[in-house]
């Protein structure tokens, strides 16, 4: 699929950019989301998982957050179940895609960081491992990264890999020249062009071709998470900074049409957490440089989505497939002087999460809260697949059909820069870490000692309103809220002990 070249728009004010959502789709070449046959059927349902690496929850046109445009994910939200409260139980990539596809907490599945030498233990049940016992044809297409170094040269342990019909992954992160591990070879192919459409294209033919039994197809981009290699030459020129040179868009990238729609990028309204300076000299913030590239990512990654339903449409899938839209986690883009994840902002631990499958589930906005542990016991809920383990996330497909009221009053979050166990001798970038619960209305977090300088007392624990400081910008610290603060400390305590996490007495207490 090859989207045709939009013209570049001048008017990037947030209204103009509101004002502009529908022309996009034919400025970016993206079909128009027709509305669809009833289609009578008892076969079970299928399932295409879709997610993109690095997405925060606010860069979906239809939020009105940030000024990106994604037409097809719009119409998409307007006949879907959209959870308005979804975040990553840890918001970095190898932690929390381990704790998708297991459905448990880091500290039970054992992958606290990226960069581990062991993968995902392969004797753990997984996403693959249900859907495959449920009798589904199954597909996995795109980044897994659930693992160490191993995974870098394709190795994945071959119980994990016999659990997909289909298998083709990607490793790295070089989005115009990616390199691919498919089946059973060892070793990769590579393919010139945006990997995104190459890897929709691979998940439709999979589709296409089981189109006449129960499919289950995962499809997991790369993009908007920064990229490298074979057509970046143009992204790393110079950059200003007080400490000498930047790349250029800070590895940000996307097809050149789509990043001039992000043109000139400091004309791109910024949120108001967001700091125009980062040094008394007055260097400009360098998340500037990311716009283009990572705005223009989601937009051409809308461009797929919309082949990906277009094509289910045409198969006559539509109304009898569970699509879901996720993400691993955000993306700081600049916010409280971070780019990136890893951090307990709403902008890294809040993941887009859209979900329908035909009537079955209403089609509205939610602010109930769920995370990356519930992702699998809710899908293969929606499906009526049996999920016969023990986890620690939930099902809520009874709330998705509308049959509940509620899905949980908190979430447990959590970072490890250096691991579970860490010794008081390691440096202290190895030393960051912190553990936090999310309600509905409050985000509170303990700190290990690198990231005191966050907070404005020796205490390292920190609330945030996110009700009266959606941008969290005025941290508390007690006073009238103290209350709360203990509250949530002691459940938050409690959680750690249950599930056998010792942050408290070895990094909490530094």
């Known amino acids: 699929m090859k989207p045709s070249v939009p013209t570049p728009e001048r008017d990037l004010s947030r209204r103009g950019f509101c004002k502009t959502a529908a022309a996009a789709a034919l400025l970016t070449g993206a079909p128009f989301i027709r509305a669809a046959k009833p289609r009578a059927t008892t076969r079970p349902p299928n399932l295409l998982f879709v997610m993109a690496d690095e997405w925060r929850r606010q860069a979906m046109g239809f939020m009105g957050e940030d000024a990106v445009r994604t037409p097809n994910f719009d119409r998409f939200a307007s006949d879907a179940l959209v959870f308005n409260g979804s975040c990553a139980t840890r918001p970095i990539c190898s932690p929390s895609r381990s704790s998708l596809m297991s459905a448990l907490y880091p500290q039970h599945h054992g992958i606290y960081n990226n960069g581990l030498e062991q993968p995902l233990n392969p004797a753990l049940p997984t996403l693959g491992t249900w859907l495959k016992s449920a009798g589904y044809r199954t597909s996995f297409v795109g980044k897994l990264h659930t693992g160490g170094h191993p995974e870098t040269h394709g190795v994945i342990p071959q119980s994990f890999r016999r659990q997909w019909d289909n298998w083709m992954l990607a490793v790295g ?50 993009p908007p998470h920064v990229g490298w290699g074979p057509g970046f030459e143009d992204r790393w020129q110079p950059g200003h900074r007080k400490k000498g040179k930047i790349p250029f868009g800070l590895g940000s990238g996307a097809p050149l049409q789509y990043e001039a729609l992000y043109t000139p990028y400091n004309r791109i309204p910024r949120r108001p957490n967001v700091s125009p300076v980062v040094a008394p000299d007055g260097t400009p913030d360098p998340s500037d440089f990311m716009l283009p590239g990572y705005f223009g990512a989601c937009t051409a990654i ?40 890893g951090i307990y902002f709403e902008e890294a631990i809040g993941v887009p999460l859209l979900m329908r499958l035909g009537r079955d589930l209403p089609a509205r906005r939610v602010n109930n809260l769920i995370s990356t542990i519930d992702l699998a016991p809710t899908m293969l809920g929606l499906l009526g697949a049996p999920l016969n383990a023990k986890v620690d996330g939930s099902d809520f497909s009874g709330f998705c059909r509308g049959r509940s009221e509620t899905t949980t009053d908190a979430l447990n979050l959590s970072f490890d820069a250096g691991g579970q166990h860490v010794s008081r001798e390691q440096p202290q970038g190895s030393r960051r870490a912190w553990r936090a619960i999310r309600t509905e209305r409050y985000t509170y977090a303990l700190l290990d000692g690198g990231f005191s300088r966050a907070v404005p007392n020796k205490s390292r624990r920190v609330l945030f309103d996110l009700k009266e400081d959606p941008y969290e910008m005025h941290p508390i610290t007690g006073g009238k809220q103290q209350p709360i603060m203990d509250d949530l400390h002691g459940r938050l305590v409690a959680h750690l002990s249950a599930v056998g996490d010792n942050f408290m007495t070895t990094k909490y207490v530094w």
Do not use: C
């Not at 393919?191 to 039994?213: C, K, L, V």
């Open 173 to 222: 992160h070089q989005p115009f020249r990616q390199p691919y591990y498919m089946g059973w070879n060892t070793e990769p192919i590579y393919h010139d062009g945006w990997a995104p459409d190459f890897e929709a294209e691979q998940t439709i033919d999979f589709m296409r071709g089981n189109r006449d039994q129960p499919f289950a197809a995962v499809l997991s981009w790369g």
């Open 302 to 341: 809308d461009t797929a989505f919309g082949h990906l339903i277009e094509s289910l449409r045409q198969l006559d899938l539509y109304e009898n497939t569970l699509i879901v839209f996720t993400s691993d986690h955000g993306e700081m883009l600049g916010s409280h002087g971070h780019v990136q994840k």
